[in-house]
Structure formats: structure tokens, C-alpha cells
């Protein structure tokens, strides 16, 4: 409770001001926050006693932005923009103390201040491209006026944020303070304010405003982002600080943050923003349920994703042992772990010391007794329910009790394999996705005895790895795959009625995806689908035409498109579509022109009619769940929203429609709508408004 407000409170320490902020649990820049700091910096400003000012934050972080959840409502008054003016308009010195994470407008205010301090452990970013936006209270023109316009264009354009020690190699900190960090600042704001340091504000600075490499940086930041608004209005803002003077920069800068925050995609990000937060809250867990300790970890497998899991603890800095059936095995799994490493150190991500570091924590064994001391194990052998089986019956034997144990599986039932134990209360699944060191979703999978605290420490443990937690039910596929099996029948029907491959990709990734649906079975290898198809007795008329021909993807040079030799790009293949050709006839279809916005409709539609049927059964809690594994785990355009929420802006009335039409026209009755679609599109409501609260 501060003295100015709520949230605000000035104290005086001698001559020095200290304005503390106090609005957990980020210090976002709300309404009250952004009065109370108007407030404080009249009374310092007309105190004559007063000879510098602190602005500091209590709890975990400097500001951490703008509050989001007040965007879209009408401004209140003082803006952030008043606030910034009347930090610049100080006759005495202004001294932003940073900790935690400066983010967007916490740090616009900073760069306002004259002069910053931080603890080491600081990070100071731009992060609104993230949520469709750009810095909007003159991030853009002061940041390049502190550090050159090429380095601000890179945070800017990525919004990831740096450290301090960076930050104070770059200029933007002028200190770095050991110990108490207000206690610091004050120190370094007395001795500016007795040695009448000259307050130069960042928007005077011109010398580094430089143009050179400009150009190239920015087409080398925005070559990847196709189809986003926010990258480009960033890369103009931050033009403009080069050639335009601060006020017409500020000025025009303001023009595109207000388009921006009104329009489609800004908002479509900001629900992926809330979305993500509240996936992490998994329904059914008592009060008071905690996650147990993890200090150690072990992975069984170490193959292609039982290897990238064990990063994923590395990375974290958790020890971790990795089970193989064979010392070769073994060798080769660790071998292709120190490759990817490899790979990261030559994109210069990671130092080859931390490398060496990492890889110390990660302990390689052929013995499962070895997994004995591990808090938690993560099995990630075949695909194959009979080991599975085995092998948890082998966990059950050797691993310490309250010991959380987690299988891989994609698709297979979890509490068939948490019945091969004693303790189906520790078991449930943690599906990663491949590359498992990369891919940031993580489906826990909550089995029928899975207990509280088991789970929890789970979703804890998935934030911990850096990944998005989303708890789901169990069935077959969870919720990602269950949704792309729809998507995969319609995109052979779509190539059997007149479609070929190249068409479907291009109208996918036209709609945003990084990759279609043919380049992306080609990139996992078609032979995964058919042996499964084998062994359940499945046909795909034109997929196993090309596996019985030996054309299993990039791994063999062909499959749904060719690639030449040590290329990875995709490339039409009239073989391929003489195989189409033949499978339209044998099975009597007489082939159309196929429209790109049928081929998106049919793409997209019975995916999101089995995410109603997932809510229908309680699979998935929330249709913001569903939007945040297929954000984060299959390459949907965040700037969409995620399927159920770009079905909520389409209009479920319109998706009924359209659904109906399809069943009909290929007599699939699962193309039906769903109940729950059928019934909001009636009410006129959409998913979002069916959530539980
Ligand atoms: N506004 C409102 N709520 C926020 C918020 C924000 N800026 N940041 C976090 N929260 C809530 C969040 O929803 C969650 O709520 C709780 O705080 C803890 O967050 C003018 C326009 C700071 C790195 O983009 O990146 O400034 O779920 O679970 O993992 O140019 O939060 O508990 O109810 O994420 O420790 C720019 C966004 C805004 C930073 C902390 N700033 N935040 O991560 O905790 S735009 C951002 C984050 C802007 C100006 C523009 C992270 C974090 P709940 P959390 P965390
Ligand atoms: P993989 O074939 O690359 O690796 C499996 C490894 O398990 C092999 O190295 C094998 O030697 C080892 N293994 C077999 N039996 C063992 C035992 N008893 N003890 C120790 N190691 C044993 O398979 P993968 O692609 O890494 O898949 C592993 C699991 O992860 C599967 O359940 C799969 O469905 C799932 N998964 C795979 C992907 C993917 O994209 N590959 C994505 C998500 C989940």
C-alpha cells in the first residue's frame, strides 16, 4: 500500500526521491500505476530539496510492460506517453533501478529516465511484436538514438530481451550494482546529483543514427515472417528514427501502435498471450497440491526423442541419465545429441564451455537400475504397447517411490500402460514434439489414476523445461494429433477429387503454416504412417502407393514431392502425379479445379470440428488449450489465434454451414458438425463464449 496510491509510494531518502511501485505480480503499467507515477514525479519535481529520483519496483520485476488487459478499453488518462514526458521534463536527475524483466513500456519508461541501474540478473526487451504490436511509447525512436538502429531493429523485430551485462556493454545501463538494487541506485543517484552530472535525455542523442546495414538487417529479420503485420510496422518506426526528427518519429509511431492494437492479428496474439497462461491452470487440483521436488531426471530411449528430452533437462540444468538397450545404441543416441549441440555452438546460440557443461549433466547407461535416484523418468522407446508395457513394469520394480513416471507415447492408451504398475498414480504421459529440444508444447496427458500432485509436478516441470504445458485426457492422438488424423483424410480426398500436392501446401502455407501437410509427412517419413496403417489393416489409397514404390520422403529423396540431393526443398513430381492420376480412376472420381479457399475451408474446418468434439468429452478444458497446443506444437500462424478462435471469428454458423456441405457432398459422417457447433452457431455464440470460467 503505497502513500500516493495503491500501487505508488514516494519516500524520501535525504535529498534523494525513491517512487516504489508495488502492483503484483509484474508491475504491469495500469491505469492507477501510471496516475500515481504522475503523482510522485510532480511532488519530487517541486521539492526543491529534492535532488534526484529514484523509480524502482517492489516483487519480481521492474515493470514488465503496458497492461495488456487494458488494451482495446478507452484510454484512460495520464497514458504512458504523459508519464514518459514528465520523467523527460525533470530539472534533476532521474534514475530508473531495473531487476527482473523490463519489458515494453517498463522499459520505454527506462529509456526516458537519464540514467539506468541493474542487478546483474536483469533483463531489459521489446516484446509487443509478440503480441502483434511494437513498442508504442517510444521504444522505437529512443532505443535506436542509445544503441544504433541495427541492433534496436533486432530486438525490436524479435522482442527477445537481453541481459545486463549486455545491456551495460551496449550503453543502455549505466551500472550494474552488486546487493540491495535500490539501496545501489540511490548511492549512484546521489553521487550524479553532487557531481551535477549533465542530464542528457536519450531522444537528443543523434550520433549513432546511422543507416548503414540497415536495409539488409531488416530484410534478414522480417525474411521469415510472412504474413505478419506487427515485423513490418516495426521496421518502419524504426526507419523513421533514422530519417525522421524525434517528434514526427514519436508522432508516426503512435499512428501504426494504434492500427496495429485495433486490428485482427494484435488481438488474435493477445488471446494466444492469456490463452497460454491459462492452460497452465489445470483444472481438479486441490489448493494447496504441490509439485514434488525434481533434482534429477532419467530418459528411457535415446533415439530420436528420448535424446532431445534429455536436452531439454540439460538445458534446464538438471541432471539426467539416458537408458539404451546397448552400449551402441547408446553411443549413437549421444552421438546425435552432441551434433545438434554442435550445430547450436556454429550458430553461435550457445558457448562451447556451456555446451561442455551441459552435456556433463547428461549420463548415458545401459542398465535401468540406474534410474533408481530419479525424480522423475520419461520413457521414449518404440511405439509399441507390449514393451511400453514392459518397461514400466520394469520402472515399476526400480524406481524410487514418488518417483513421477511419464511415457512419450503419441497415440497409445496411458492408462493401459499405468495399469502395468503398482502405482498408476505416478503415471501419466508427457508428449513432447519432435525436435523434442526445440518444439516448445508439451501435452501432459492426465491419466483416470493420475493424482494431483503427480500432475502438477509435471506442468511445473514442463515450465521449467522452458515448454508450454497443456494438460488433455487421454484418447487416441490427445488433441494435436486426433485433430491432424481429419486433417490428413481430407488432404487425401483432396488430391483423389483434383488436388496435387504442391496446391495443397502452397493454399497451407499461404494461410500462415511454416509447412503444408505433404511437406511435412514427406519431412517425417511416410513409412511411420504406413507400417501403423499395416498393422491396424488401413489403406491410403496414394500415400501407400508411394511407400510400396520405396518413396518414403526426404529420407529416400521422394514422397509426396522429390528433392535433390542434400536439399530439403520440395519439388513437384510428375511420377507423383501420374500415381494421383491413377487413384482418382481407380476409384471412379472424375477430378475438378479445386478452389484455394475450398482447399483452406476443408484444411481446417474438420480439425476444428473434432476440437469441439475433444471439448464435447472433456479431452481438452479449454478452447483456449486447443488454440495453444496447435500455436505452439503444429505451426498455426499465432497471429491467427489458433483454430478455435479463428473459427469463433469466421462465425460457427458459417462453419455448420460449410461442414454440412462436405459431409454431404462425400457422404463422411464425421465432416458432420458437431453438437457443440450446431448448438452455439444456433445461440449465435462462438467456443469462447462456452468456456468454463
Ligand atoms: N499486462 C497484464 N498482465 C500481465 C502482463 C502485462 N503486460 N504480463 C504478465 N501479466 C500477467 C499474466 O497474464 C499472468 O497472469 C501473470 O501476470 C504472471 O505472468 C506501450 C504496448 C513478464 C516475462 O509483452 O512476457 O508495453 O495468469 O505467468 O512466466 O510499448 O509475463 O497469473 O493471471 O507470464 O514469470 C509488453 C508480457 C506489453 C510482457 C513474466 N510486455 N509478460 O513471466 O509469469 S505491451 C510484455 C511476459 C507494451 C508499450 C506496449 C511475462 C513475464 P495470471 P506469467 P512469468
Ligand atoms: P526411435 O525409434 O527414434 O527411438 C526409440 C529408442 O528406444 C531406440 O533407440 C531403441 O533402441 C530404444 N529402446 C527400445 N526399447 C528399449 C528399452 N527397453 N530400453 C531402452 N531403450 C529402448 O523412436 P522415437 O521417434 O524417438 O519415438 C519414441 C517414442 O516417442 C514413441 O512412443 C513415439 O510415438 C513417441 N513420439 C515420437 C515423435 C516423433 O516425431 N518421432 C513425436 C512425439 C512422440
Known amino acids: 500500500m503505497g502513500n500516493i496510491n495503491a500501487s505508488v509510494d514516494l519516500r524520501r531518502d535525504g535529498e534523494i526521491a525513491v517512487v516504489t511501485v508495488d502492483n503484483p505480480p509484474v508491475n504491469a503499467l495500469k491505469h492507477e500505476v501510471r496516475a500515481g507515477l504522475a503523482e510522485a514525479l510532480r511532488q519530487a519535481r517541486d521539492d526543491a530539496t529534492v535532488k534526484a529520483v529514484v523509480i524502482a519496483c517492489a516483487g519480481r520485476t521492474f ?23 514528465a520523467i523527460e521534463a525533470m530539472p534533476k536527475p532521474v534514475v530508473a533501478a531495473l531487476h527482473g524483466t523490463a519489458l515494453g513500456g517498463g522499459f520505454e519508461l527506462a529509456l526516458a529516465c537519464h540514467f539506468r541501474v541493474a542487478v546483474a540478473g536483469a533483463r531489459v526487451g521489446l516484446p509487443e511484436v509478440k503480441l502483434g504490436l511494437l513498442p508504442g511509447a517510444g521504444g522505437t525512436q529512443r532505443l535506436p538514438r542509445l ?63 546511422s543507416a548503414e546495414g540497415f536495409a539488409d538487417a531488416a530484410e534478414a529479420l522480417t525474411r521469415r515472417l510472412r504474413g505478419r503485420e506487427a515485423p513490418a510496422a516495426c521496421v518502419e518506426a524504426v526507419r523513421n528514427a533514422i530519417v ?46 504441490k509439485p514434488r521436488p525434481i533434482a534429477r531426471g532419467a530418459v528411457i530411449g535415446a533415439g530420436t526423442m528420448g535424446g532431445g528430452i534429455a536436452m531439454c533437462f540439460a538445458n534446464a540444468g538438471i541432471p539426467v541419465s539416458i537408458v539404451e538397450t546397448g552400449r551402441d545404441l547408446l553411443q549413437k543416441g549421444l552421438d546425435r545429441v552432441a551434433a545438434n549441440y554442435r550445430a547450436t555452438v556454429s550458430r553461435g546460440g550457445l558457448g562451447a564451455e556451456e555446451v561442455e557443461r551441459r552435456m556433463a549433466l547428461i549420463n548415458g547407461v545401459t542398465e535401468l537400475d540406474a534410474v533408481g535416484s530419479a525424480d522423475v523418468v520419461i520413457e521414449a522407446v518404440f511405439e509399441e504397447m507390449e514393451l511400453k508395457k514392459r518397461v514400466f513394469g520394469d520402472l ?20 493401459e500402460i499405468a495399469r502395468a504398475t503398482s502405482r498408476p498414480r505416478d503415471v501419466l504421459g508427457t508428449h513432447f514434439f519432435s525436435p523434442a529440444n526445440v518444439m516448445r508444447l508439451l501435452e501432459i496427458v492426465r491419466g483416470a489414476a493420475t493424482s494431483p500432485d503427480a500432475l502438477i509436478t509435471a506442468v511445473t516441470l514442463g515450465r521449467r523445461l522452458g515448454k508450454v504445458p497443456v494438460t488433455v485426457g487421454v484418447c487416441y492422438g490427445f488433441v494435436g494429433n486426433r485433430m491432424l488424423a481429419r486433417r490428413s483424410v481430407e488432404a487425401e480426398r483432396l488430391l483423389l477429387e483434383g488436388a496435387l500436392p504442391q496446391q495443397v501446401d502452397a493454399a497451407v502455407t499461404g494461410f500462415g503454416f511454416p509447412m503444408g501437410p505433404f511437406a511435412m509427412a514427406d519431412m517425417a517419413g511416410l513409412d511411420v504412417g504406413w507400417r501403423i496403417r499395416n498393422g491396424r489393416g488401413e489403406r491410403n489409397e496414394i500415400e501407400d502407393a508411394l511407400c510400396e514404390a520405396g518413396h518414403f520422403g526426404q529420407k529416400t529423396g521422394k514422397g509426396y514431392f522429390r528433392y535433390d540431393a542434400g536439399s530439403r526443398t520440395p519439388l513437384p513430381d510428375p511420377e507423383v502425379e501420374q500415381t494421383i492420376l491413377d487413384a482418382s480412376s481407380r476409384a471412379g472420381i472424375t477430378r475438378r479445379a479445386i478452389t484455394q479457399e475450398e482447399i483452406v475451408e476443408r484444411m481446417i474446418f474438420p480439425m476444428v470440428n473434432e476440437g469441439a468434439r475433444i471439448l464435447e468429452e472433456g479431452i481438452a478444458t479449454r478452447p483456449g488449450d486447443i488454440d495453444v497446443i496447435w500455436v505452439y506444437g503444429y505451426g498455426w500462424p499465432v497471429w491467427r489465434g489458433g483454430p478455435m478462435y479463428y473459427a469463433d471469428q469466421l462465425g460457427l454458423a458459417h462453419l455448420r454451414d460449410r461442414l454440412t456441405l462436405y459431409a454431404e457432398r462425400s457422404g463422411d459422417e464425421t465432416l458432420r458438425p458437431a453438437t457443440r457447433i450446431s448448438r452455439l452457431a444456433a445461440e449465435g455464440r462462438g467456443f469462447a463464449s462456452s468456456a468454463p470460467a
Open 147 to 209: 544503441i544504433g538502429p541495427e541492433k534496436a531493429l533486432k530486438m525490436i523485430v524479435t522482442g527477445d530481451p537481453i541481459e545486463a551485462p549486455e545491456a551495460l556493454t551496449d550503453g543502455i545501463v549505466d551500472e550494474i550494482v552488486e546487493g540491495d538494487l535500490t539501496t545501489g541506485t540511490i548511492a549512484f543517484a546521489r553521487r550524479v546529483a553532487a557531481e551535477n552530472r549533465p542530464l542528457r535525455l536519450v531522444r537528443d542523442r543523434e550520433d549513432k543514427l
Open 63 to 85: 515493470f514488465a510492460g503496458a497492461d495488456i488487459t487494458e488494451f482495446g478499453k478507452p484510454p484512460q488518462a495520464p497514458g504512458l506517453g504523459e508519464v514518459i514526458a
Open 396 to 415: 515399476d520394480r526400480v524406481a524410487k517411490a514418488n518417483a513421477v513416471l511419464a511415457t512419450n507415447t503419441s497415440t497409445l492408451d496411458v492408462d
Open 244 to 289: 525522421l526528427p524525434f517528434e514526427e518519429g514519436l508522432k508516426r509511431e503512435g499512428e501504426l501502435f494504434r492500427k496495429l492494437v485495433a486490428g485482427d492479428q494484435s488481438k488474435a496474439q493477445r488471446h494466444v498471450f492469456f490463452a497460454e497462461r491459462e492452460a497452465a491452470r489445470v483444472p481438479g487440483i486441490p489448493e494447496g497440491a
